[in-house]
């Protein structure tokens, strides 16, 4: 995806951890209009109106929605995800070119 809508994350902010510097992106405007545009023709969404009251629940049912339906882009709670691993590596892959951006800047 990033290759073929030709996306550029650019870097969000910075956080420093132990002998190493984390950069969290974002994509730049174009980009961000492209992902839209594919996300509008492409995910689907889905609601469930909730009127508990009880703590925790609403967690509860949403990691069991997630363990149910493993919707590929979250990968919390989807440690059964087949694609787990490569949106990870796509996530890295990612913060890594907003580090070059960054660097070249």
């Known amino acids: 995806m990033?290759?073929?809508l030709m996306l550029k994350p650019?870097?969000?902010?910075?956080t420093e951890g132990k002998n190493r510097m984390f950069i969290h992106y974002k994509f730049d405007m174009e980009?961000?209009?492209k992902l839209t545009n594919w996300m509008r023709n492409n995910l689907s969404l889905s609601f469930y109106e909730y009127e508990g009251d009880e703590a925790g629940?609403?967690?509860e049912i949403e990691a069991y929605i997630i363990e149910k339906?493993?919707?590929i882009l979250n990968l919390a709670h989807n440690g059964a995800s087949p694609w787990d691993s490569e949106i990870r590596l796509l996530r890295r892959k990612c913060a890594d070119l907003a580090k070059e951006y960054y660097i070249s800047d």
């Not at 650019?10 to 910075?14: D, G, K, L, Y």
Request: without cysteine; glycine residues 6%; hydrophobic residues 30%.
């Open 57 to 59: 629940t609403l967690g």
């Open 69 to 71: 339906l493993k919707p």
């Open 2 to 4: 990033l290759d073929k």
């Open 10 to 14: 650019i870097p969000r902010s910075f």
């Open 31 to 33: 980009s961000e209009e």
